[in-house]
């Protein structure tokens, strides 16, 4: 089966999945994919270790001893979503109101779909207050503008067309940056 990666890396990494009695075994970058002609990042292509993990918590747990004690009982999903719907709700009716509940979360994968979808719209309809999502992310960016400008990407399609490629103030993977079609023979001897 064919997919695509979640995340918002430029790449927009394609892979392929194989599938076996529902269950997928195997994962692969597609070989097709102009950007990275096959490779795939760590993280994607360990993806199936943490879906088949036994340590994935795949149902709602409350805690039942005291907070630091690990013991934790599994209980249903209408009384997960009950407590916590209850608990917002004594919150939001509390004298401080529901900008008392401050949602403080990030991106997930960072793709369109959880980086600002349904939290967002929940928490305002609630009432919450308002945050910049990640503190260190926004105040990073508001650094980077001050300092250098634009905060822009680049096309990963016009790498093999470089000259001279300068990574300023960071550590990219050579091993994950390079791997792909784009590759050229200057890059191929940049340390790692």
């Not at 609630?126 to 992310?137: E, F, N, V, W, Y």
């Amino acid at each position: 089966m064919r997919g695509a990666c979640p995340h918002d890396c430029p790449d927009t990494c394609a892979f392929l999945v194989t599938v076996e009695d529902g269950r997928a075994t195997a994962i692969r970058g597609a070989p097709d994919h102009p950007a990275t002609g096959g490779a795939l990042c760590t993280k994607v292509a360990r993806y199936l270790e943490r879906t088949y993990s036994d340590q994935r918590v795949l149902h709602p747990m409350k805690r039942i001893g005291r907070k630091g004690e690990g013991r934790f009982a599994r209980i249903t999903w209408d009384e997960a979503l009950h407590t916590i719907a209850a608990k917002f709700h004594d919150i939001a009716a509390s004298a401080d109101g529901p900008q008392a509940i401050l949602p403080y979360s990030y991106a997930g994968t960072m793709g369109l779909l959880q980086s600002g979808s349904m939290d967002r719209r929940f928490f305002h309809r609630l009432g919450a207050t308002l945050l910049d999502r990640t503190i260190c992310a926004t105040a990073g960016k508001a650094g980077w503008v001050a300092t250098i400008g634009a905060a822009m990407g680049t096309d990963v399609e016009q790498f093999e067309n470089s000259r001279l490629i300068m990574i300023w103030a960071a550590t990219p993977s050579f091993r994950t940056c390079t791997s792909g079609p784009a590759r050229s023979k200057r890059s191929a001897a940049a340390p790692g």
